[in-house]
């Protein structure tokens, strides 16, 4: 049986993680559960602890967690999964038997639906959708990929900003990509609250374009954590750590 490694980058997620840990006990799976913790401040590092997963303290920023998991995952394949997206029953399986069943493949994500009900989140369904079919996809899809692929590759990049979209196309570059239908994933539109849909749309396109000029990442995290500190909507949970692009 393919052996998964579930890596979970988290900052002040305590409120999230027990949710999730129920989610991935109920895949009836062994796995490797890893939480790369950017420097918590609530519960989340005991609550880890306590429901078994290996955690690792001290990197900052999502890129830097990730690449750190991903040192140390002992799994056969690895999946990025954030603290606040729902795994739904089977996910585990159905990402085995794809892997399986396509050898060549060298990894992917699953089909991602947000939780909002508002317009804008349904909107964000079929947005998504359209981007998966064009070869885009990021953190929040639950990227997976095979240990020995993403050594061939350099690993995670330990960028402070874009760190899923550089994996992606280094992923493409490398091999075949499959997107997993069902189950979908489900996120929350908790970052959506309280911002302008043409905001959240041209701020996306504002970091893609930078990014493809080739600005670098520390950079591009300044102006996103500047526009962030701006919004009304500020909270310690919208910490740099969460400052990504998968936000728009």
């Given at each position: 049986m393919t052996s998964i490694t579930v890596a979970i980058p988290t900052l002040n997620e305590a409120e999230r993680l027990p949710r999730l840990f129920d989610q991935l006990d109920r895949q009836h799976a062994p796995i490797d559960l890893i939480v790369a913790d950017g420097g918590s401040a609530d519960g989340t590092v005991r609550i880890a602890k306590e429901r078994g997963a290996r955690v690792l303290e001290g990197a900052h920023g999502r890129g830097p967690q990730l690449a750190l998991a991903a040192r140390y995952a002992q799994g056969d394949v690895?999946?990025?999964?954030?603290?606040?997206?729902?795994?739904?029953?089977?996910?585990?399986?159905?990402?085995?038997?794809?892997?399986?069943?396509?050898?060549?493949?060298?990894?992917?994500?699953?089909?991602l639906l947000f939780d909002g009900l508002d317009p804008f989140s349904q909107w964000l369904n079929g947005f998504y959708a359209f981007l998966r079919s064009r070869g885009l996809f990021y953190g929040d899809s639950g990227i997976f990929i095979r240990r020995d692929a993403l050594g061939g590759i350099g690993g995670v990049r330990p960028l402070e900003l874009m760190e899923d979209f550089d994996l992606v196309r280094r992923m493409k570059a490398a091999g075949p990509v499959c997107c997993i239908d069902?189950?979908?994933?489900?996120?929350?539109?908790?970052?959506?609250?309280?911002?302008?849909?043409?905001?959240?749309?041209?701020?996306?396109?504002?970091?893609?374009?930078?990014?493809?000029?080739g600005l670098g990442s520390d950079r591009l995290a300044s102006i996103y954590d500047s526009a962030r500190r701006r919004r009304p909507d500020r909270t310690h949970r919208s910490a740099p750590n969460h400052t990504h692009i998968r936000s728009l």
């Open positions: 690895i999946l990025f999964l954030h603290a606040d997206t729902d795994l739904p029953d089977g996910a585990l399986s159905a990402l085995r038997r794809r892997l399986a069943g396509e050898p060549d493949v060298i990894g992917g994500n699953f089909r069902d189950p979908p994933l489900i996120t929350s539109s908790r970052r959506f609250r309280n911002r302008h849909p043409a905001q959240i749309v041209a701020g996306w396109v504002w970091i893609h374009l930078l990014f493809s000029l």
